[in-house]
C-alpha cells in the first residue's frame, strides 16, 4: 500500500478523506488498547498484505469520524484476530500495572497524598511532578515518611517495576543534572500494612548527594533508617529496573539492572543489590502481607523540581 487516500462519500462531492497513515494510527491504538501490543500491531499492520488490500477496495460511508471507528473496528480485528491471548503475557497478573492513558492512579491505596499531591498517569507513564519539599515533606527517612501509593499482597511474590528513575519537568526520559548534589530519587518500597508505622524497604534510583546516577537502599525500623548504595554511575539515565522478591520466609531480596527497553523479547540481566539482594541493617519484621508500591522523594530544596517516572509495574508472582 502506498498511502493513497480513500474517499468518504458522506456528502456528494466531498472532498473529505482519510489517509492510510490514519489507519495506521487507530490500528495502532486499537491493537495496543486489546492487549495485543504495540510490537504486534506495528508488525500485523505493516505484513497483513491481505487486509490493505481490502481497505483499498473499502466504500468506508459517513463522516470522517466513523471512517475512522471502522478502519480502527476492522483493523483491530485483522491484527488481533484469535491470538489476542497468545501475544498477552499470561506471567503477569496481581498488582501488575501499565499505566495506560493519562488520569489518576487507579486501584492504589495512598499514604501521605497530600506531601505530594501531582502524581497521576500520564502518556502512559506513572509520573510525580514533585515541585515543594518545604520541610523535607516528601522525604522517606527515619520517621519522615512521603507519599507511597502502593497495593496490598501477600507473601510470597516477585514484582518488578519497569524503567524507574528521575526525569525533568519537560522531559520524564530524561534525568536531571546532578548540580548542587542534590538527593532526589524514586523507587520502589515494599512497607507494612499499617501505613503510619515508619517500618519499610525501598530501593530508589536518581542523585544521592555526591554519589550521581545511582541506586540506593534502606531499611527503616521503628524510625531508624539504614542506608546505602551500589556506587556513582552505575546508571547513567538516572533510570533502572528494579526487581523484589518476598520470600516464603517473609525476608525480601532486591536486583536491579539498566533499564530493559524490550523486556518481552530480551532477557533479563539482574544483579543483586551490592551483590547479595538485601539491603543494609535490619529489616522490618513483615507479616504475611505488606503493601508494595512506588515512592518520588527529596531531601532538602536542590534538585527541585523534578519528577519522578515508571514505565510498569510487572507482578509475576507464581
Partial sequence: MDGRQFG??????????????????????????????????????????ESKEVFERLPLPGFRILGLLTASLLFGVSACGDDAETDADP????????????????????????????????????????????????????????????????????????????????????????????????????????????NSSHVVVGHRGPIHFTVEGKNTVDGISTVNDVGADTVPDGRADIRVVGNADRTLTFYWQRPNASPGANADDWTPYRDTGDLPGPPPNYGPSVYVGLITYALGQTGVPFVGTCDAIEDRTP
Fill in 8 to 49: 468518504i462519500g458522506a456528502v456528494p462531492g466531498s472532498e473529505q478523506t482519510i489517509t492510510y497513515s490514519e489507519l495506521i494510527f487507530v490500528a495502532v491504538a486499537r491493537t495496543y488498547r486489546s492487549g495485543c501490543g504495540i510490537q504486534r500491531a506495528h508488525r500485523e499492520v505493516n505484513m497483513n498484505r
Fill in 91 to 198: 506471567t503477569l497478573g496481581g498488582i501488575s500495572d501499565a499505566f495506560e492513558g493519562d488520569g489518576p492512579l487507579i486501584g492504589y491505596t495512598t499514604n501521605n497524598e497530600s506531601a505530594l499531591p501531582d502524581v497521576a498517569r500520564v502518556d502512559g507513564r506513572y509520573r510525580a511532578n514533585l515541585v515543594d519539599n518545604r520541610s523535607d515533606v516528601t522525604l522517606h527517612f527515619n520517621g519522615a515518611q512521603g507519599r507511597l501509593d502502593a497495593k496490598l499482597v501477600e507473601f510470597p511474590f516477585d514484582i518488578t517495576v519497569r524503567n524507574i528513575g528521575i526525569g525533568t519537568e519537560a522531559d520524564s526520559q530524561m534525568a536531571p543534572a546532578p548540580t548542587g548534589d542534590p538527593l532526589i530519587f524514586a523507587g520502589i518500597q515494599v512497607h507494612v500494612p499499617e501505613l503510619d508505622s515508619p
